[in-house]
């Protein structure tokens, strides 16, 4: 009996050493408007629908959709919206693949977005962080 749970224990140990690591992640995006900078993070959801904007000052929301599965769904979008009377109105969509290559300022790059009303300028790049 002890040499099968010694068998069932480097079975299980072994299994573990071999298995792919857990990619648990979270995305933060660092904007930057009117001279204030903020950083706005999110979790990976299965209802991408269900994801609010995040307020950016007083004209942008910004979105970001993370999905990690299923597997051929899994990606990173990232939605930029102009918030006006008649409501929100998309400016600026970026979609990366999960997990998304490393570069300079993250995995985006710096991006400026323009709102083209009143001329203001939104800054981000986006990164994944390990999930705290």
Not at 85 to 102: K, R
Request: glycine fraction near 6%.
């Amino acid at each position: 009996m002890a040499a099968n749970t010694e068998r069932r224990r480097r079975a299980l140990l072994l299994a573990a050493a071999l298995a792919p690591p857990a990619l648990a992640a979270d995305v933060a995006c660092h904007l930057t408007y009117g001279g204030e900078a903020r950083t706005i993070s999110a979790r990976p959801t299965t209802v991408p629908h269900a994801v609010a904007p995040a307020a950016v000052g007083s004209f942008f929301l910004f979105r970001i959709v993370f999905r990690q599965e299923p597997a051929d769904l899994a990606g990173i979008k990232l939605y930029t919206y102009v918030d006006r009377d008649e409501g929100p109105t998309l400016i600026h969509q970026a979609s990366y693949p999960y997990p998304p290559p490393a570069a300079v300022h993250g995995f985006t790059g710096r991006h400026l977005v323009y709102e083209p009303l009143r001329d203001s300028e939104l800054q981000y790049w986006c990164e994944l962080k390990d999930a705290s």
